[in-house]
């Protein structure tokens, strides 16, 4: 069964600005250009008439064409262990508000969503189960922190299917849907 998730594409010239930040730190998965992506739901696994069901649930959202800005670079941890670093995107109330429409058609839908609060990001890298956390993390979140890159514009929002394969993700665009009123 696929994995599903809900995001809007960077477009290329964002995604290649955040790849040249993507050194110097060991056990680094790195994610590449093409996957960079803003999650706004992960769905988990679906059968496939839920997938269509989903899909056309999501063409009655709308919204209007997004200005983003990718404001700062952070991590996530997990106890003591990094987890992700990403690229914060800077929260706008159209954003939120996408966000929520998503959320909400999702749910209509039966989907059961994270109810953690929305904290816009790119993710930049992720780390395995035994990474350490170091002062490697430390030095690229002091270093970049202030990194700006746009503003940027977004105009559609898209359905992903995720495969986990041994050399990484490999995501696939199953629906994409137009903003702007």
């Known amino acids: 069964m696929p994995r599903l998730f809900v995001a809007l594409p960077l477009p ?17 998965n790195w994610v590449p250009a ?31 064409v997004l200005d983003l800005e990718i404001a700062g670079i952070d991590h996530f941890v997990e106890g003591r262990t990094p987890k992700a670093l990403y690229a914060s995107v800077a929260l706008t109330d159209a954003l939120q508000r996408l966000q929520e429409r998503v959320s ?32 490697h993390i430390a030095q690229f979140v002091a270093s970049n922190n202030l990194r700006r890159f746009g503003p940027f514009e977004v105009d559609v929002f898209r359905l992903y299917s995720s495969l986990t394969r041994p050399e990484g993700a490999v995501y696939t665009v199953e629906a994409e849907y137009p903003l702007g009123y």
């Open 12 to 28: 290329d010239d964002i995604a290649d600005g955040l790849v040249s930040l993507q050194e110097g730190i060991p056990d680094a």
């Open 104 to 135: 909400s058609v999702l749910r209509g839908e039966g989907v059961k969503l994270d109810r953690r609060k929305f904290r816009p990001h790119v993710t930049l890298a992720r780390f395995g189960r035994r990474a350490e956390m170091g002062h």
């Open 34 to 64: 093409e996957n960079m992506h803003l999650t706004l739901a992960f769905i988990g696994e679906v059968n496939g008439g839920a997938q269509h069901d989903i899909a056309d649930a999501l063409a009655t959202v709308d919204g209007p």
